[in-house]
């Protein structure tokens, strides 16, 4: 019998209810095959990063999270700059360097010396220079490079910038010390001398990091700001607002517009109120600057015009204190050592540039003013005379020139030169590896994990190469030349030189001399 009260499926709820039930089995292993997907994805994401690709966790790091943009060094604030071209250019611009983080308040990066014209910049006066970026990233490279091969020497190593910082006009911090914190790797094991000991991801993770300190992808709010405002637009001045973003007095003439195709304006712009307090540049923990070459042109300077602060008495200290920076000591004591020990008389220095660049053009001038010079001293001193010949022209190469006349000529002249195999030249360069002058900056820095760095570093980052320093023992010898010095005309060298003198950095030597 059928129960009339149960209630028979209409054909359509009949046939949805088959169609479910037809399904379901499709529905379960949709679920089933979403749980594995979602089990998956909670084990993939909880993977130690460490055991993908250490290179590609510690870009990402880098590119992405930027954890070495937090660093602030008891609220310390950073000044990087890229130089190039040779030591006596390179010096010039560390000057500059101490002088504009004095201005901004900022520590600066000691930078390493760079191998002689690894990085070009251009000519400012032809409006053809490699971009601040460009030359940041070639810097940065080369650096890693020296660190890599154990041939990087701090300019702190070779150059004592203890007054200007004891006074406290400029902080400052080893390159090594500060990249080392900021990138967040163990920089000591870059320069160890065991290749298997260098991680794989390291220089990866290094050239990421310079990357993003040179400004490839832009200013990092709060982080880093790049300056590329370079020579072909930019005067930077302080102390003068009135003439913030007045037109500077050297402008490229038509002629060079026309056939270089270009539209640049050179404009005065103050480093104060451009990148100071208030400023954008100013938040930034790094402010990053391409060269800071300047040389006075056509009645103007190139890209820095700070000659004086009368206004500010801190800048204008610190102007006087960057005149002159004395090498350090081992290399003073080198030089001084060779005028009384081997020339063991009063002397003439002759620094005579014949290879490099514009001066291989010249040499009749060059050796005509020299001859002018010794003939002057023959007429009123006694012969022979002694003269200490610093040339980048090999001796081999002195026949048929005037300084193969005058090594010939023995009655009337005794000459003097170094090499870098000499015994003084290697003994110096022991002491200067041993001694380490550039990382005793940063490790005093209050808030951050620096000592053990610093320890690190000193232990390991010991150049597997003795540094190349003739060019300054030479230049101290030089200085205690107390004949006179003759130098090449436009030699970034000899000016170098007739600073030294001015400032008696060989003045005890001098009173030596008047007792022999």
């Known amino acids: ?116 014209h690894a990085i070009a910049l251009g000519s400012c006066p032809k409006f053809r220079v ?63 001398k065991e290749s298997n000991t260098q991680p794989t991801y390291l220089v990866d993770s290094l050239k990421q990091c ?23 637009t930019t005067v930077w001045t302080y102390g003068n607002d009135e003439a913030d973003g007045a037109l500077d007095s050297f402008q490229p003439d038509e002629q060079l517009k026309k056939k270089k195709k270009i539209s640049y304006v050179r404009r005065c712009r103050g480093v104060y109120k451009t990148l100071g ?7 930034a923990t790094v402010l990053a600057f391409g060269t800071l070459f300047t040389a006075p042109y056509k009645g103007s300077e190139l890209y820095i015009d700070i000659q004086k602060a009368p206004r500010d008495s801190k800048i204008q200290s610190l102007i006087k204190k960057i005149e002159f920076l004395p090498f350090v000591p081992e290399i003073i004591s080198a030089g001084k050592q060779f005028a009384v020990q081997t020339v063991k008389a009063p002397f003439l220095c002759a620094q005579l540039r014949l290879l490099d660049g514009q001066f291989k053009n010249h040499w009749e001038a060059t050796f005509s003013g020299l001859k002018q010079k010794l003939d002057s001293l023959s007429q009123t001193g006694s012969r022979p005379i002694h003269v200490f010949v610093m040339t980048d022209l090999p001796q ?56 053990d760095t610093v320890a690190k570093l000193q232990k390991h980052c010991a150049p597997h190469i003795l540094p190349d320093i003739l060019l300054f023992i030479e230049e101290t010898i030089c200085s205690c030349g107390s004949l006179g010095f003759f130098g090449t005309a436009g030699s970034a060298i000899a000016d170098n030189i007739e600073i030294m003198r001015k400032f008696g950095s060989c003045s005890n030597q001098r009173e030596d001399h008047k007792m022999m």
């Open 396 to 451: 081999g190469n002195w026949t048929g020139n005037y300084l193969g006349d005058l090594a010939k000529d023995s009655t009337n002249f005794k000459l003097y030169f170094m090499n870098e195999e000499d015994s003084l030249v290697t003994e110096t360069a022991k002491k200067l590896a041993l001694a380490r002058h550039g990382l005793r900056f940063g490790s005093s820095l209050g808030g951050i994990e620096s000592t």
């Open 277 to 283: 307090p208030g400023s954008k540049a100013d938040s």
């Open 1 to 116: 019998m059928f129960n009339l009260n149960k209630t028979i499926p209409t054909p359509k709820l009949w046939s949805k209810k088959k169609s479910q039930q037809r399904r379901s089995p499709f529905f379960f292993l949709s679920l089933f095959l979403l749980s594995l997907l979602f089990l998956f994805f909670l084990t993939f994401t909880s993977i130690p990063k460490s055991r993908f690709s250490s290179s590609s966790s510690k870009i990402t790091a880098l590119s992405l999270q930027s954890p070495h943009c937090e660093i602030r060094i008891s609220g310390e604030k950073f000044f990087w700059y890229a130089p190039h071209s040779g030591f006596s250019n390179q010096l010039s611009e560390f000057k500059n360097a101490l002088l504009m983080a004095g201005i901004l308040n900022r520590t600066l990066i000691i930078p390493p010396i760079l191998s002689h």
């Open 210 to 232: 310079g990357s993003l300190l040179s400004g490839v992808d832009g200013n990092i709010d709060r982080c880093l700001f790049a300056v590329d405002d370079d020579c072909r």
């Open 130 to 192: 490699q971009s601040p970026k460009e030359i940041r990233v070639s810097v940065w490279d080369h650096v890693i490079e020296l660190i890599t091969s154990g041939r990087y020497v701090s300019m702190a190593d070779i150059i004592d910038i203890s007054s200007v910082l004891s006074s406290s006009h400029v902080r400052a911090i080893d390159f090594r010390v500060f990249v080392s914190s900021w990138c967040g790797l163990d920089l000591d094991l870059a320069c160890c």
